[in-house]
């Protein structure tokens, strides 16, 4: 196999040290606490659509990155969209049947209102 550089001189370590950042990033893009795309993680057919779905786990791995950066080093510029907190989001919870009907009834249209004449 044939390589740019010899072996450990400073222009293959030069060369060599960009990998230690692309690792980095496939950990990332990986990681179950972070990204958490696996092998068998998502399931689709086609091309497209896993091109899309790999495109969007990049873009999120970029801005997990990079509010990392902004944190540990304070450089870039603060009023950045992608610096600014994600809103709180407490995932989803069981309801009671009590609970639904309630959510139903405070939602369902009232006699008259929002009901549209046929």
Known sequence: M?????WATPAWRKDF????YVEGWF????????TGLNRGSHQ???????????AAAAAV??????RTWHTETGL?????????????FHGFGQITAAQATAIDEQHSPTSGENTQAA
């Not at 044939?2 to 010899?6: A, I």
């Not at 950990?27 to 972070?34: C, R, Y």
């Open 2 to 6: 044939h390589q740019k550089h010899y």
């Open 61 to 66: 791995t970029n801005m997990r990155l990079l």
């Open 27 to 34: 950990g990332v893009l990986k990681s179950a606490t972070a």
């Open 44 to 54: 689709f057919n086609g091309l497209a659509t896993s091109t899309l779905i790999m």
């Open 76 to 88: 870039g510029d603060e009023t950045h969209p992608l610096l600014k907190p994600d809103e709180l």
């Open 17 to 20: 040290n960009r990998r230690t």
